[in-house]
């Protein structure tokens, strides 16, 4: 899909004659030769964003991306990004620099690094600039000459900048502003932190000139295990031999491209099938002229039947709960193994077997560890609350980044509901915005379920009934319900439930507050025992509704947001985690935790 919002080319910026080149998302960059410009940068704050435009506002030729120098005594320049402080990235600026905890705004980064630019010519290879995400409006400057515009926190992107490195020292600069605006996507209110910055990994990627773009190995039936192998070129290209090979299965397959660089074959195998119980992977090479990317990947079927979903062709029940990619100890951008390794286990020692990642694409190492660890995942665009439903330009920037979710994960076993929007208000135009959304998933993968959590309308004393026109666009119907936080506790066991829908139901948030070592009795809010006694009648209540399928509730652990103001007991937490910030669990825990034994 050609990304009409994530790249544009500045035009005030200085011109190449040969132009740095925007290419599609590359896929599996985990398999790949790279070089990591992850480490110490060196940052500039700009309020003003005088590094980008003139006094006037217009932009100018002269801004920061150019890294001048003094020539002369008499030369001025304001800046000088060799003094300036450094931050180690990937991380957010939040709280990496104590000053900038609530800042919204600009920052420039800067890098030096080494590399023989001429051998990628000689050798006839390119080189892409890998970002696996910057939130949330990134220009991107190599040695001076802009390279692209990406819109979107989430997602990652790169560009072809071969032309424009040189031999020795070349150098990077991006201008990043997290400014929230109500045509963004999310938009302009969100409950969560608005970490800034250069988020997760920088890589150079080094490839041939005609390479493996990316690839789809899913199964597609259980009977006779068939799989289904495509691959698409970064050239339209004929004739191009591609060979895939999975040794534990003794499987070997050669395709040759069609005029517009992709092939696809059907095979079959007898694969041990991923599930939780056990996620297996194997271990697959994707072969074009002597070199080879490999990737580990398992073999599943998930579809619905009815209320049910099934996973390999059986009834499952999805034991899950809810996440945000905050590090487990102290806030800030999770961003590494480690840290999604710490919350899966977390999720794990709860009794799940699924986790939301909300309410955005994560980072590819906690999907990938969570794959390893045999969780399934719901994974989710930020079409959050109020989203500019008429603006069109919003609609290309939510698409883009659905695109860019699904083709980073979509060989990901684990995975198995790709989510377009959270919490969304009624209307003609919103219904018009996701089941547009809802479509062009199916188009890029049609091997997952689609959902979406909504809202519950129709209610009326103690009975609620779920109306929404996206039922028609999902295959699991799912909803966020705050019985007892935002509607009394006691209202729980009297409450009945109506979803006049043939389809599977998750509960994709329920939930309230305590802040952990808070103690008191149990209808005295934001205690343990509150959230305990919460717990309790929700799961009684939930037990009633016909075709619960799973449930996702709100939320692991404590996490940062502006909007929890409350001094003394959120202090821009939102405290509804089952885990402190710092790993502490609360009464609530063990009430899950029981309840999900027992499913």
């Not at 409950?191 to 199964?219: A, H, K, M």
């Not at 970064?234 to 895939?244: C, D, H, I, S, Y």
């Not at 009633?544 to 799973?550: F, M, P, T, V």
């Amino acid at each position: 899909m050609k990304k009409l919002l994530t790249t544009i080319v500045l035009m005030a910026a200085p011109i190449l004659a040969t132009l740095a080149q925007q290419v599609p998302q590359i896929g599996n960059i985990l398999g790949r030769h790279t070089t990591s410009l992850n480490g110490k940068w060196h940052y500039i704050v700009d309020v003003q964003e005088e590094g980008y435009y003139d006094y006037r506002m217009n932009p100018t030729r002269w801004g920061f991306f150019r890294n001048a120098k003094p020539q002369k005594p008499e030369d001025l320049i304001e800046y000088d990004f060799d003094k300036a402080e450094e931050m180690e990235l990937p991380s957010d600026w939040n709280t990496r620099d104590e000053r900038l905890f609530f800042y919204e705004g600009t920052v420039w980064f800067y890098k030096k690094f080494n590399v023989q630019g001429s051998k990628f010519k000689e050798e006839k290879r390119r080189a892409l600039l890998y970002f696996g995400a910057v939130n949330y409006d990134a220009h991107v400057y190599v040695n001076g000459n802009h390279v692209g515009h990406h819109i979107g926190g989430f997602t990652p992107f790169n560009y072809d900048v071969t032309d424009q490195l040189k031999d020795g020292e070349n150098f990077v600069i991006v201008k990043v502003d997290n400014k929230r605006h109500a045509e963004d996507v999310p938009t302009q209110i969100f409950d969560w932190w608005n970490y800034g910055g250069i988020t997760r990994d920088v890589l150079l990627v080094d490839v041939p000139e005609t390479y493996v773009e990316n690839y789809s190995l899913q199964l597609v039936s259980l009977e006779g295990r068939r799989l289904a192998f495509s691959v698409k070129l970064n050239k339209a290209e004929a004739g191009r031999r591609v060979t895939l090979s999975i040794p534990e299965l003794k499987l070997k397959k050669e395709l040759i491209t069609a005029a517009d660089g992709t092939a696809t074959t059907f095979m079959k195998a007898k694969p041990v099938l991923w599930s939780p119980a056990t996620p297996k992977l194997y271990k697959v090479d994707i072969t074009m002229d002597g070199e080879t990317l490999s990737d580990e990947i398992g073999f599943r079927k998930i579809e619905t039947r009815g209320k049910q979903i099934l996973l390999n062709g059986e009834p499952i029940f999805l034991k899950g709960i809810s996440i945000h990619e905050e590090k487990p100890n102290g806030g800030g951008r999770a961003n590494c193994t480690e840290d999604a390794h710490t919350l899966l286990s977390w999720a794990k020692e709860l009794g799940c077997n699924f986790v939301r990642l909300a309410h955005y694409p994560h980072n590819e190492y906690a999907v990938r560890e969570a794959e390893r660890m045999g969780i399934l995942v719901w994974s989710e665009i930020p079409v959050y609350w109020t989203i500019a439903w008429k603006n069109f330009a919003t609609y290309q920037n939510a698409e883009a980044q659905l695109h860019d979710m699904i083709a980073r994960d979509h060989n990901r076993a684990n995975v198995i509901i790709w989510s377009i929007a959270n919490e969304t208000p009624h209307s003609p135009e919103r219904d018009q915005f996701l089941g547009r959304l809802a479509t062009y998933a199916r188009t890029q993968d049609s091997t997952r379920l689609i959902s979406m959590a909504m809202e519950v309308t129709g209610a009326s004393n103690y009975h609620n009934r779920l109306q929404d026109n996206m039922n028609k666009y999902v295959d699991v119907v799912s909803f966020n319900q705050y019985i007892g936080w935002y509607r009394d506790v006691n209202d729980a066991p009297k409450m009945t439930w109506e979803i006049p829908y043939n389809k599977p139901v998750i509960i994709s948030e329920f939930g309230g507050g305590a802040k952990a070592g808070y103690h008191g009795e149990k209808n005295q809010r934001w205690t343990e025992e509150f959230q305990e006694n919460l717990y309790r009648e929700n799961t009684a209540m939930l037990d009633k509704i016909e075709g619960l399928a799973g449930t996702t509730p709100w939320i692991l652990k404590d996490f940062r947001s502006p909007r929890r103001v409350l001094t003394g007991i959120q202090d821009y937490y939102n405290r509804k985690g089952l885990f402190s910030d710092d790993g502490q669990k609360k009464k609530a825990f063990f009430v899950l935790k029981e309840w999900y034994e027992g499913k």
